[in-house]
């Protein structure tokens, strides 16, 4: 493993340790960021619990499936042209981390060490999408996602274009 899997390493652990040690459950970290009438309440009542509307459960685990899609995508982007994550790619991928920390659980964070110390082939990234019945919604989001951190880059672009075919063939 390289020093920039290791560093990448240590940056999705202290993620994993914030939202571990603040206490607080990701209804009321999102509730907390919208400062909406709703996020008030929750400020007021810590103890909140999961979400009942099938509507917010289903929004909460897309948003789930999206980010880790979407961190397992640009993970397999960035390592196919060098084998290693860049400071400037490494700030794009802590960008995701941070912008939807509130959706991942530490199983979640276990899944992206994972990424990280494999260094995902196509096969690994069809195979996540195959297990893990990853739906043409999500896939698309995800691909939308992953699109704003590579624009730049004609060589992600390719490499993201066989991606997308190869998930067509499925």
């Known amino acids: 493993m390289g020093v920039n899997a290791v560093m990448m390493r240590h ?10 040690r603040s206490g ?14 709703l996020a008030i309440f929750m400020r007021k ?3 909140v619990q999961a979400p009942t509307d099938p509507k917010a459960i289903w929004a909460y685990e ?7 899609l979407s961190f397992l995508m640009l993970i397999y982007l960035y390592t196919q042209d060098d084998d290693i994550v860049s400071k400037k790619e490494k700030r794009s991928v802590n960008k995701i981390l941070k912008r939807n920390s509130n959706y991942l659980n530490s199983d979640d964070y276990d899944d992206i060490l994972k990424f990280i110390d494999e260094l995902p ?25 992953v699109k704003k951190y590579i624009s730049k880059n004609d060589t992600y672009k390719n490499i993201l274009n066989d991606l997308i075919n190869q998930y067509k063939t499925i």
């Not at 940056?11 to 571990?20: G, I, P």
């Not at 948003?63 to 880790?68: A, G, I, Q, V, Y």
């Not at 990234?125 to 996602?145: D, L, R």
């Open 11 to 20: 940056v999705v652990k202290a993620h994993q340790e914030l939202n571990s």
């Open 24 to 37: 607080m459950t990701n209804e009321y970290r999102s509730a907390k960021a919208n400062n909406s009438g």
């Open 45 to 47: 009542h810590s103890s």
């Open 62 to 68: 897309s948003k789930r499936k999206t980010t880790k």
């Open 121 to 145: 082939t196509i096969q690994y990234v069809m195979k996540y999408i195959e297990q893990n019945n990853v739906k043409e919604k999500i896939f698309s989001t995800s691909v939308s996602t």
